[in-house]
């Protein structure tokens, strides 16, 4: 079957480093993308994948490791803003098929 | 900007009736998806189209059918609908995925609630 795995909460004070791990296994693998959703939201894009290694978007990372069937999102010098839900989307088909992982709850605490 | 709409933030239906949810984008992108998110389930895909008539079946299609005449327009129908129906309904579009990647962008989502 296809599954993705991440921890359901993670709790951090602001300016901690918080990673946030995913485990997948799908019949299809093209990349790892990683969403942001607010508390009634809509969620959106922050970052993707595609080769192992480490991409940066300013506090945020992304890693991915195909061997592992692996990746994570780090979310550095945390702010309250940050407070939200992540998700893990595995891209399953050429043409941009996402799968989903069930989500981490990030709570910023001050 | 990308804007994704859908027909209505919350929505309220009796068991049986017939549910119509709509979305619209003005991005010109040629897929587009249907998500329903639940506590603790992530989001599911219902059914998805990466082409105008096409149509293809998701994870959860049960109960379920879809519309795709248009490019722009992906209407989501519930035939019958019925209480485990009741959920958080999410469209999304997204270029189609030749590039190295295809963010898809997400419309408000419709609470909808069968009583």
């Known amino acids: 079957g296809q599954s993705l795995e991440q921890p359901s909460e993670v709790t951090a004070v602001e300016g901690a480093i918080v990673q946030i791990n995913c485990t997948y296994q799908t019949s299809g693998f093209y990349g790892l993308s990683w969403y942001q959703q607010h508390d009634g939201g809509a969620p959106t894009f922050l970052s993707y994948?595609?080769?192992?290694g480490l991409e940066e978007t300013g506090r945020f990372s992304s890693f991915l490791s195909r061997s592992d069937s692996y990746g994570y999102l780090l979310l550095q010098e945390l702010q309250m803003k940050d407070s939200a839900s992540y998700f893990c989307?595995?891209?399953?088909?050429?043409?941009?098929?996402?799968?989903f992982g069930a989500g981490t709850q990030v709570v910023v605490t001050p | 900007d990308v804007k994704v709409t859908q027909s209505s933030r919350y929505l309220v239906k009796r068991t049986g009736e017939k549910v119509f949810l709509e979305c619209v984008q003005d991005?010109?992108?040629?897929?587009m998806f249907w998500y329903r998110q639940d506590p603790g389930l992530g989001l599911r895909l219902i059914y998805f189209?990466?082409?105008?008539?096409?149509?293809e079946k998701g994870d959860i299609p049960e109960g379920y059918s879809v519309s795709r005449e248009k490019k722009e327009r992906f209407s989501l129908i519930l035939e019958s609908a019925s209480t485990n129906q009741t959920s958080m309904y999410l469209c999304?579009?997204?270029?189609?995925?030749?590039?190295?990647?295809?963010?898809?962008?997400f419309g408000p989502g419709t609470r909808l609630t069968v009583l």
């Open positions: 999304a579009s997204s270029p189609q995925g030749r590039g190295p990647y295809n963010e898809q962008f």
């Open positions: 989307a595995v891209r399953s088909d050429s043409w941009g098929k996402l799968q």
């Open positions: 991005m010109d992108h040629e897929n």
């Open positions: 189209s990466y082409d105008v008539k096409m149509k």
């Open positions: 994948n595609a080769l192992d």
